[in-house]
């Protein structure tokens, strides 16, 4: 059964930066989409970024482009969510999973049914 733990949430002010961690394990690692995905109080649960690990192609949600990068560690079984310039509206929830319909090559659609296995998330805080 695939695990992922998200590390590396926190508390920042409007401008600082984070890097979020997701660990993998119980699963082939490379070949896979991996994504990041955030859900604020009162809000749908949206995607933020995803990789394909077999390749390291990326997407990202027009809210984060330019500000924040998806990276991968294959050693680690790991991915990584580095945010800078953060904002208050980026303030949530952020959950790590992996894509089990559809293929496991990444869209930049980002449909969060896609994702089948997710972690328990991590939180970010953001004030202005």
């Known amino acids: 059964q695939p695990q992922l733990v998200e590390s590396g949430g926190g508390s920042v002010q409007a401008g600082g930066s984070l890097r979020l961690s997701c660990a993998g394990s119980g699963f082939t690692y490379r070949g896979n989409c991996m994504g990041w995905f955030r859900q604020a109080p009162g809000k749908e649960r949206e995607g933020v970024a995803t990789?394909?690990?077999?390749?390291?192609?990326?997407y990202y949600a027009d809210s984060v482009k330019g500000r924040f990068t998806i990276s991968q560690d294959n050693a680690k079984n790991t991915v990584y969510l580095q945010m800078n310039s953060l904002k208050p509206e980026d303030t949530g929830m952020y959950y790590c999973?992996?894509?089990?319909?559809?293929?496991?090559?990444?869209?930049?659609?980002?449909?969060?049914?896609?994702?089948?296995?997710w972690g328990q998330g991590t939180q970010v805080t953001v004030s202005s």
């Open positions: 999973a992996i894509k089990t319909f559809g293929g496991s090559v990444c869209w930049a659609t980002m449909q969060t049914p896609d994702f089948g296995y």
């Open positions: 990789i394909y690990t077999g390749g390291g192609s990326t």
